[in-house]
């Protein structure tokens, strides 16, 4: 006698099946009912545990078909015993993700503005800006950004956010910053000279950033009160070699790169 199986689904009403993938340490994963996205921190009787990149955790049930790894559905499992230990975090404070490849280019952009913020940027932030796909663009001058956002056309779906250096209330920076602010075009900046005086003293082995009399050039008056050679260009390698993480930067500046991240990768309404 022919044997049939007990399943009577007709195979194109079967689900695909999808991937196993183990959840260890630092896979980031979104959980699609909810939209968290987080790293994997702790897998244990049948949940797991993520953590976003604000720090915020979240315990999940480990069901089939649960999550999302790159925008394909999976089903999370255990991982083998001796798997790797906690994953390190990166320069911005956020969770490694060993071997994560950057997420395709969103359609919004930062611009910052001056190359050694931009530099500096990259090199705390970059890791974190490569996963949520956010592409920095360097801005010559305040004077471009009219142009700049006028040609972008920033919407719902491609926010612009912007970093100008020493946004003071009332100066002309402020007012071309306020023309071009919207909906979809966040202008910050942080209250600094120069990004140089968001690097903490300490971080440098100095006691604080000297004062530079007024009419003289700011950059090469705090090489001379320092004792370092005349070179600006070799002075910010100096700076920049001098940090490492987000903790060798003053909390001014980390909380503006922090808001134009979260304004750009928002989801749009």
């Known amino acids: 006698m022919r044997q049939y199986s007990a399943d009577l689904t007709p ?11 183990a959840a260890e340490p630092g ?77 395709v280019a969103r359609a919004g952009r930062i ?23 956010v592409v920095v663009e360097y801005l010559e001058g305040v ?11 920033p919407g719902p779906d491609a926010r612009l956010g912007i970093l100008v250096d020493h946004l003071v209330p009332g100066s002309k920076e402020w007012r071309i910053a306020r023309s071009v602010t919207s909906d979809h075009a966040l202008v910050v900046g942080h209250p600094y000279i120069d990004v140089w005086e968001a690097v903490k003293p300490s971080s440098l082995g100095i006691g604080a950033w000297p004062r530079v009399p007024r009419g003289q050039d700011w950059k ?8 370092w050679p005349e070179n600006t260009g070799a002075a910010w390698q100096r700076i920049l070699s001098g940090v490492h993480s987000y903790k060798d930067l003053e909390p001014e500046l980390l909380g503006r790169v922090e808001e134009l991240i979260d304004f750009v990768t928002a989801p749009a309404p």
């Open 220 to 227: 090469t008056g705090v090489c001379r009160a320092l004792g």
């Open 111 to 133: 611009y910052v503005e001056g190359r050694h913020d931009a530099e500096l940027v990259e090199k705390v932030w970059g890791d974190d800006l490569r996963i949520e796909g």
């Open 27 to 103: 896979l980031v994963v979104e959980e699609p009912v909810t939209g968290f996205c987080g790293a994997v921190i702790r897998c244990e009787a049948g949940t797991v545990t993520l953590e976003d990149r604000f720090g915020k955790h979240r315990v999940f049930p480990m069901e089939p078909r649960g999550f999302l790894l790159e925008g394909r559905v999976v089903t999370l499992v255990r991982p083998a015993p001796g798997g790797p230990a906690r994953p390190t975090r990166t320069a911005s404070g956020s969770v490694a993700v060993p071997g994560a490849r950057a997420r």
């Open 143 to 153: 004077d471009d950004l009219p142009s700049i956002v006028e040609s972008f056309a």
């Open 11 to 21: 195979p194109w009403k079967k689900p695909e099946p999808v991937p196993e993938v």
